[in-house]
T-cell receptor, first 110, second 112 residues
Framework: QKEVEQNSGPLSVPEGAIASLNCTYSDRGSQSFFWYRQYSGKSPELIMFIYSNGDKEDGRFTAQLNKASQYVSLLIRDSQPSDSATYLCAVMRDGQNFVFGPGTRLSVLP | DADVTQTPRNRITKTGKRIMLECSQTKGHDRMYWYRQDPGLGLQLIYYSFDVKDINKGEISDGYSVSRQAQAKFSLSLESAIPNQTALYFC???????????FGSGTRLTVV
């Protein structure tokens, strides 16, 4: 079992819809959780981080964390074609290094 | 100017050659990292350093070495490049709070 798992996609949603991206992790000691967006050939950029169970909202983005079930998700409301990218889930353990999932490719169709 | 600068941006090299990828940062962070990215495999940690005197192997360090010349500079070397080291390489920095990494623009390395 990989430490951080994501569906590779592609996940296709129509413009204006809600895109739901999911991530599961295996280490119960994981403390912090991050979502990065990566456009093709570019570097990852941080979208959100979440530490506590529940929801955290920032504009059109909502991160959800459930430590009991060991999953973290990212919701993108009112999806735009410019949201088309690969979304990487990252988990920090031991306060030191991140472990990245393989990423989910999102395609928002106009 | 970018917070994290990687050079070169692209490099094609031959099997067996030694190559160095360089990274410099203006964030003032102590922590620096080297990752490689292959399609469908996400980011894999090669080496990391928490200060100038601290160097640690990551999950895929074989065939690579690093040097932390200063707080702001962290270079990655391939002593004898092989074709399966063809990948996109990223340098990153972070502060101790762990509130995310700042990545460089990446170096696309092709070994022929």
């Amino acid at each position: 079992q990989k430490e951080v798992e994501q569906n590779s996609g592609p996940l296709s949603v129509p413009e204006g819809a809600i895109a739901s991206l999911n991530c599961t992790y295996s280490d119960r000691g994981s403390q912090s959780f991050f979502w990065y967006r990566q456009y093709s050939g570019k570097s990852p950029e941080l979208i959100m981080f979440i530490y506590s169970n529940g929801d955290k909202e920032d504009g059109r983005f909502t991160a959800q964390l459930n430590k009991a079930s060991q999953y973290v998700s990212l919701l993108i409301r009112d999806s735009q074609p410019s949201d088309s990218a690969t979304y990487l889930c990252a988990v920090m353990r031991d306060g030191q290094n991140f472990v990245f999932g393989p990423g989910t490719r999102l395609s928002v169709l106009p | 100017d970018a917070d994290v600068t990687q050079t070169p941006r692209n490099r094609i090299t031959k099997t067996g050659k030694r190559i160095m990828l360089e990274c410099s940062q203006t964030k003032g962070h102590d922590r620096m990292y080297w990752y490689r990215q292959d399609p469908g495999l996400g980011l894999q940690l090669i080496y990391y350093s928490f200060d100038v005197k601290d160097i640690n192997k990551g999950e895929i360090s074989d065939g690579y070495s690093v040097s932390r010349q200063a707080q702001a500079k962290f270079s990655l070397s391939l002593e004898s490049a092989i074709p399966n080291q063809t990948a996109l390489y990223f340098c990153a920095t972070s502060d101790p709070t762990g509130r995310g990494y700042t990545f460089g623009s990446g170096t696309r390395l092709t070994v022929v």
